[in-house]
């Protein structure tokens, strides 16, 4: 099966659609809330099964007159229209309300009110389809065989149900006082004159003839659910924010109200929220990006690392399996609910990942300088130490102390890192790399996974175990920097390919190094000024791929893109090794492009140079919102205030940087450990209100979090970083 490596990119929706999400279930329609039957993208999803693929509301016989479409909240869509009066009236006083929910199933509440002085009779017919199709079918245009779908009505209600790989998916679709036909629901209805109608529709999902645990219901509010709550919960705990640029104070409100809405929670463990990885298509957990996502959101809430943390615990790897490429204390990829997951992936997880598991170590250790209590950090520890072990039993295949990766099957991914397209990795040249591949920025996260644990250990008060991974960083680092450095070039290779050969495109990849700090020192400057080269910033963003190598492309995946978390990422690594005015360059052109996509960052744009066009080009495909596109405006915020907490040392530190036209910043409510603090910043001065007990703060930016006093490391003059961030 090749779709892994074809369609791993979003698929194209229709131009004006709406979409309404809820934890893993999604809806996308028209801007008049009909859902066609056209074999396109539209649908209402449950549990990765279309439960609605053909939603089409007439009035005497017409389609609507869209009006309007809004979303004021991420679950909730309205839709207004106007419809045709019997007879043909040419301004019909007849105007309809379609409010939508999305949650376990959907329900649309219909109001139908005459402005008239004499009542009118109207026959109102619902069609509805329900082809149960999976969504890796739907996401990738495929054409499937809906011979196997039944429709019946029982109890009032029309009944669509099919059998797909053995399992049964259905949807049940009813509403008060409709008359239930094998084509969908009828109304006949008299409205009063001045007066109005109402009813709600409701599609209740059925897995093996079972229904959600708290569907929708006939009477009950909508606004009392439990995700609705949820949702309600997190707008009232992020910080609040004002800053005088009011577009950065709504890109970054935006950002945190879209990361509350991409929120999955796990039904055994209601209290853990992890975040998925994008609507609509990547609603699902996703290791990599779930990771990185939680990490450049910890200003926003802690615990949505911690969540996603204790998520992707629960599944950790624990068997050889080739199908899934499960292996024992590997960290999923992605993890599906779909009746077709099992061919796709070999099973609802698939493991067919090489960064996510050096991830799950480091931000665990990250999360150790937040003020997170041991009770919760300790439980994961175990986790921590099966990860390290399949980084050097099953993560370094040859032995060679870096991690590869080469699927072992013919429908995995074929490449294995962040850029997970099928050429994505490739040589300056444009020539393809061959597996197994050992990715730059994967053995940058293997550095900050052994700094991470030496970390927690310290935090712990295991002063061998410190040493020993503060040892291993080390001569990791060092080996590191005598493989992957390309000194014809003056940057480090994006790879190293089956024969153990550089790949040398100059990619941003090489800014996730300097974001872990396993650059060395005398080799930054170098690799700044080709980051910051006019072939790779494009003064929106930084691109994936250099313009002048030989597979660049602007408008692909990832060979000369832009993506607004690799950009941050890129802009940390800056800040980091002191090349603040470029971090400040990167950060504010990331801004900038945020007001062409109306504050709201998509998962990547098209790689022109700013010059080239007024705005930056959208990608066709993008999803947005979208996790890490989410999080990047707050990870750049963050280094731009260079707020940074250390627990484990009893320090906080806030050192702004802020441009001038951000102009003053306060963000009341940010969480650390249990307090609730605000952060005031404007140019080169800050503070922060309501610290903690015992936490004190420093005028100043975090300097290197060294190797252990007294380890050779550091009287070598090994300066490391124990973790990623500002």
């Given amino acids: 099966m090749t779709a892994w490596n074809a369609d791993n990119e979003a698929s194209v929706s229709d131009s004006g659609s709406v979409t309404v999400l809820e934890g893993s279930s999604f809806c996308i329609s028209s801007g008049s809330g009909d859902i066609m039957s056209d074999g396109g993208t539209n649908g209402a999803f449950f549990q990765d099964t279309r439960i609605i693929s053909g939603w089409v509301l007439r009035i005497n016989g017409s389609l609507r007159e869209p009006l309007s479409a809004q979303r004021p909240q991420p679950f909730k869509a309205t839709f207004v229209g106007r419809a045709k009066w019997p007879g043909g009236k040419f301004d019909s006083p007849l105007v309809v309300r379609q409010v939508r929910h999305i949650g376990p199933g959907m329900q649309d509440d219909i109001t139908l009110e005459n402005y008239a002085a004499e009542p009118v009779e109207c026959d109102i017919e619902l069609q509805v389809n329900a082809d149960q199709a999976d969504l890796f079918d739907v996401k990738g245009g495929r054409t499937f065989d809906t011979s196997d779908t039944t429709r019946s009505v029982r109890d009032g209600r029309l009944i669509i149900e099919a059998e797909r790989h053995g399992q049964q998916r259905g949807s049940a679709i009813g509403a008060r006082e409709a008359q239930a036909t094998e084509a969908g629901l009828r109304f006949t209805v008299t409205v009063p004159a001045r007066g109005k109608w109402t009813t709600s529709i409701i599609v209740v999902p059925l897995v093996n003839g079972e229904a959600p645990e708290k569907p929708f219901r006939e009477g009950q509010l909508p606004h009392h659910r439990e995700g609705v709550r949820r949702h309600l919960d997190w707008e009232e705990g992020v910080p609040r924010i004002r800053i005088e640029d009011a577009g950065l104070q709504d890109l970054l409100n935006r950002s945190q109200s879209d990361l509350g809405a991409l929120r999955i929670f796990d039904p055994h463990h209601p209290e853990r929220a992890a975040v998925a990885a994008g609507a609509p298509w990547f609603m699902a957990l996703f290791g990599r990006d779930s990771l990185l996502t939680s990490y450049m959101s910890l200003m926003v809430n802690p615990n949505l690392a911690l969540g996603t943390l204790q998520t992707l615990a629960g599944i950790q790897g624990r068997k050889v399996d080739i199908d899934s490429e499960e292996e024992p204390g590997r960290i999923p990829h992605e993890v599906r609910l779909g009746v077709t997951a099992g061919l796709s992936l070999g099973g609802t997880a698939y493991y067919g990942t090489a960064d996510a ?55 995995g991914l074929v490449n294995q890192g962040w850029k997970d397209s099928w050429d994505g990795i490739n040589f300056a040249d444009g020539t393809m790399a061959e597996a197994p591949i050992a990715l730059c920025e994967v053995q940058a996260y293997v550095y900050s996974a052994y700094l991470g644990r030496s970390l927690l250990a310290h935090w712990g008060g295991d002063s061998d175990l410190e040493h020993h991974w503060a ?7 060092e080996e590191f920097n005598k493989r992957f450095w390309l000194p014809d070039k003056g940057y480090f290779a994006v790879a190293l390919d089956k024969d153990k050969r550089p790949v ?16 060395d020192r005398d080799r930054a400057q170098s690799v700044m000024e080709h980051l910051m080269s006019p072939q790779m910033f494009t003064g929106w963003g930084i691109r994936t791929l250099a313009s002048d190598m030989g597979a660049y492309n602007p408008v692909s995946y990832h060979n000369g893109s832009v993506w607004p978390h690799d950009t941050a990422m890129v802009a940390t690594g800056l800040m980091r090794y002191g090349f603040v005015d470029e971090a400040k360059r990167v950060a504010l052109g990331i801004f900038e492009a945020a007001g062409h996509f109306d504050n709201r960052l998509p998962e990547l744009f098209c790689g022109f140079d700013r010059g080239e066009f007024p705005g930056p080009v959208p990608y066709p495909t993008a999803c947005s919102p979208q996790a890490w596109a989410a999080a990047a405006p707050v990870q750049l915020a963050r280094i731009l205030l260079r707020f940074d907490p250390v627990f484990t040392r009893g320090v906080v530190h806030l050192a702004p940087i802020l441009p001038d036209v951000v102009g003053a910043f306060r963000a009341e409510n940010v969480l650390l450990d249990s307090s609730r603090v605000t952060i005031t910043a404007s140019g080169n001065q800050g503070g922060i209100e309501g610290l903690p007990p015992g936490l004190k703060l420093l005028a100043e930016p975090r300097p290197p979090l060294a190797y252990p006093p007294g380890s050779p490391e550091a009287a070598s003059g090994h300066a490391g970083l124990n973790q990623p961030g500002a």
Avoid at 399 to 407: A, K, T, W
Avoid at 471 to 477: D, E, G, S, V
């Fill in 357 to 411: 598991t050096p991830l799950f170590v480091a931000v665990l250790g990250e999360l150790s300088r937040w003020g997170l209590s041991k009770d919760v950090i300790q439980p994961l520890l175990h986790n921590a130490d099966r990860a390290l072990e399949w980084i050097e039993k099953y993560g370094d295949r040859d032995g060679d102390g870096f991690v590869e990766y080469l699927r072992p099957n013919d429908h």
């Fill in 471 to 477: 040892a291993k960083a080390a001569a990791f680092k």
């Fill in 504 to 519: 040398d495109a100059l990619t941003s990849n090489i800014g996730h190094c300097l974001f872990s700090g396993i650059v």
